[in-house]
């Protein structure tokens, strides 16, 4: 079976995938956002296993990736990955972005994870460029897809519309097939 790509507006939280992607900050212990959002809903078993997490290994450094529990979520874990914060593109943010994707998308295959969300890393208060990131995005999660059997399945949640929309649009670039 080809692994696909679907693009899908809305909350993250509520869908039955494997594992959701938490754009985490490197503390993993919740924040505004996506990652506030995945804390709330999944509830303190979350937040106590990202401290059992912090005490084996500490921060989790940008472009890395950690899997945890995934609490009351509909998901069976969440990976967190903690995306760069945007500088101006001088400083490595597009590597350490597609690293992000990446070691997300290792980490789903190595637990034998069929399906993955993952949520516009960066592009809150990161301030990555939605646009950068959303190509980024789909070429990082294209490529590893085409080279490995797991994950089968890869959502690209979007808060909006528009987001969603400029996603659909790389992912028909790429040519990939959906089922969107």
Request: proline share 6%; net charge negative.
């Amino acid at each position: 079976m080809k692994p696909q790509i679907e693009i899908v507006t809305g909350d993250i939280t509520t869908l039955p995938v494997d594992v959701i992607v938490n754009a985490a900050n490197p503390s993993l212990l919740g924040g505004g956002g996506v990652d506030g959002a995945i804390h709330r809903a999944a509830g303190p078993a979350l937040l106590e296993a990202c401290k059992v997490v912090r005490q084996q290994q500490g921060e989790c450094a940008p472009g890395h990736a950690v899997i945890t529990l995934a609490g009351n979520l509909p998901a069976k874990a969440v990976i967190h990955t903690v995306g760069p914060v945007w500088q101006g593109g001088d400083h490595q943010e597009a590597r350490i972005l597609e690293e992000a994707y990446r070691n997300s998308l290792a980490l789903a295959a190595a637990n034998n994870y069929r399906t993955i969300a993952f949520p516009a890393i960066s592009t809150g208060v990161y301030g990555f460029p939605r646009a950068a990131a959303a190509e980024i995005a789909i070429r990082t999660i294209s490529d590893y897809l085409t080279r490995r059997p797991l994950p089968e399945r890869v959502y690209c949640v979007c808060y909006d519309e528009e987001n969603a929309r400029l996603y659909q649009r790389l992912l028909t670039q790429q040519g990939n097939d959906t089922d969107a």
